[in-house]
């Protein structure tokens, strides 16, 4: 008897989506302080000359994505920032095949400028542009320049319309919006981008997860652990589904990967130990509100502690900390609960990157081979001979 090994030829159910492999994005250091809001020494720079070496660096180690933050003035231990379009291009530019996200926010954005700078870029980088669009947490930075500072679900509502207008004004002539924050009229870019920028969108709450799913291509989460995240994706893809589209799921993780998990564990606590304090609590009363001003209190940062915020995105939430073989295996068990990206943020950038490609990544495609072939001997089909 011969035994032919098959794959499963119906189409899952949306929710249950499982990538094949797990793509990896980082942090981009645009601004100063790092990505913990901690006194500890971390061997990594916001500036220009740092960051292209860094991005090259991504690049030849598996990473497939880079994200610019964006801040506009000094807060909570970055005193400095660089605006994140002009420097996302700028990567993009030194670069070769690296995608860089740069993130925005609607109310200080325009979406038709927008897309004409994105497809600018697109043209430039050939097709490696990409945007975040962040609804906004910084009170400060809108009524400092003047802008209004709408409460949390009206704020999703204005960025539900800002994607809406991005993706038709990059793929439509003529075109017409009547939306209640945008007004587009009988609008044509030229030209249009060659590849459509891949939209994302992130957020915790329930008007962000439906932003998510009906609109975004890519779903960003905080960090979060195993339960936490299965619930946004069972959310997310369920909205999705009801207009049916197909979303992918990006999820934040603090990464610190070391030889022995006691001193990756001693790294963690050295972070928070010298966490500086004063900032970390502006931060907390500056964000909670996000959280609380939401009617079933599921926005980001509500259920936050002190700890979680001395990473201000919930990084160390996600548990991506110990030796290689732990976090790889973590990593694995995310994908197989729908996730297919991981946004990292590192300590020492540099040499942590380095250290991820060639330690941690590889054992992770190694799990996923492992499974793939798990998957296709449970549906070996015996043909009598």
Same mark, same amino acid.
């Given at each position: ?96 095949? @690296? ?89 044509? @870019? ?18 962000? $997860? ?130 297919? @990206? ?22 992770? $495609? ?20």
């Amino acid at each position: 008897m011969t035994v032919l090994r098959v794959r499963c030829l119906h189409t899952p159910m949306t929710t249950e989506r499982i990538a094949d492999h797990v793509k990896f994005a980082y942090w981009v250091p645009n601004v100063s302080g790092g990505l913990v809001t901690s006194t500890i020494e971390h061997r990594t720079d916001w500036g220009y000359d740092y960051n292209v070496t860094l991005a090259r660096t991504a690049e030849n180690n598996g990473f497939e994505y880079a994200l610019t933050q964006v801040r506009y003035e000094a807060s909570y231990g970055a005193e400095y920032q660089h605006e994140s379009t002009s420097f996302s291009l700028a990567l993009l530019l030194a670069t070769e095949r @690296l995608k860089v996200i740069a993130a925005v926010h609607p109310g200080l954005w325009q979406p038709g400028v927008l897309a004409k700078l994105g497809a600018t870029a697109d043209h430039l980088s050939a097709g490696r542009f990409a945007v975040n669009v962040v609804s906004g947490w910084f009170k400060d930075e809108f009524t400092h320049l003047g802008e209004p500072w709408l409460e949390h679900d009206e704020r999703y509502r204005r960025s539900a319309e800002f994607l809406q207008v991005l993706r038709k004004i990059w793929t439509e002539d003529d075109v017409d919006f009547r939306g209640d924050f945008y007004r587009i009229h009988d609008f044509t @870019l030229k030209p249009k981008p060659i590849h459509t920028p891949e939209l994302f969108q992130g957020g915790n709450s329930t008007a962000a $997860r439906r932003n998510g799913g009906l609109y975004s291509d890519w779903y960003f989460s905080n960090g979060k652990d195993f339960t936490g995240i299965t619930d946004q994706i069972v959310e997310v893809r369920d909205h999705a589904r009801t207009v049916d589209r197909e979303v992918s799921i990006g999820l934040n993780g603090f990464i610190i990967a070391r030889d022995t998990e006691a001193e990756a564990r001693e790294v963690l606590r050295e972070i928070v130990a010298k966490a500086n304090r004063p900032a970390v609590e502006g931060f907390r009363s500056a964000v909670q509100q996000a959280g609380s001003a939401t009617g079933d209190k599921k926005g980001m940062w509500a259920d936050s502690s002190f700890e979680d915020l001395v990473q201000y995105n919930d990084g160390f939430r996600t548990q991506l900390i110990g030796t290689p073989e732990q976090i790889a295996e973590r990593i694995a068990a995310y994908r197989r609960r729908g996730v297919d @990206l991981i946004l990292g943020g590192f300590l020492h950038f540099q040499e942590e990157i380095e250290y991820f490609g060639a330690k941690v990544l590889p054992l992770v $495609r190694e799990i996923e081979a492992a499974d793939s072939q798990e998957t296709l001997s449970e549906y070996r089909v015996p043909v009598l001979s």
